[in-house]
């Protein structure tokens, strides 16, 4: 009898252990840090298909997206703070409040944004940009894909890199004026001609969408690797990522 009840009482400590571990877990990943993959290349060349990163729930304040589901009954953001221009940010796609996108603010509330003939334009300013050399990008493609490597300031001096195919893509090199309305902001992917983002289907991105800043890589892998095939996982970490801070 005594025994069936030490079984009884060890089965309950571990399963009230397993309950613990999750409710921290759950805790963790809704208050402070929550990991993502980078499943395509919209960011390219600062994210890499196959990148995985930690965001910092708290940077923004909370809404319920910063909950798991966005079960949270919160209406609007507590302890709400607007990310900088150049934040790296994710964010619930605002057509279903669902999808996780990651993309880099570009226009705060009040501001003015436009690309003509593939320029940026921010309250009527020209964004600068420095040609570096050719991107030729490999991975995670069918083909190897060729771009123009540039490094662009923005207007408060954060220098930042992008990829252009050219200055004359169809939808996303030539739009019309954006005005970015209150509690929102415009995003764009750094891979500037092949990035789906405010120019396209994301529109403005709400405050309360905000998941949260994306800081710095944890791991990192290109398409060297096959799952069925262990020896070949070393060769396809890219180490120099991982511990990446984020900029």
Known sequence: MKQQQKKKESLFDTLKTIIYA??????????????FRIPSGSMYPTLEVGDYLFVSKF????S???????????????????PKRG????FKFPQDNRTDFIKRVIGLPGDTVQISRGRLYIND?????????????????????????YVETLPEGLKHRILEI?????????????????????????????SDDSRVHVGFVPQENLVGKAQFLFFSHSDKGKWYKPWTWPAAIRWKRIFNRLK
Do not use: C, W
């Open 166 to 194: 050219s200055d004359y893509e169809k939808r996303v090199d030539n739009t019309k004026k954006f005005v970015v309305p209150e509690g929102h902001f415009f995003v764009m992917g750094d891979n500037r001609d092949r």
């Open 22 to 35: 999750i409710l921290l877990a759950m805790l963790i990943r809704s208050l402070f840090f929550e990991p």
């Open 125 to 149: 300013k020209l964004i600068e940009r420095d040609f570096q050399n050719k991107y030729i990008l490999s991975e995670y493609v069918v083909r190897p894909e060729t771009y123009q490597e």
């Open 59 to 62: 940077t923004y304040g909370y």
């Open 87 to 90: 934040d790296i940010v994710v």
């Open 64 to 82: 319920r997206h910063s909950f798991p589901f966005s079960l949270a009954p919160i209406k609007g953001r507590i302890f709400g703070r607007f």
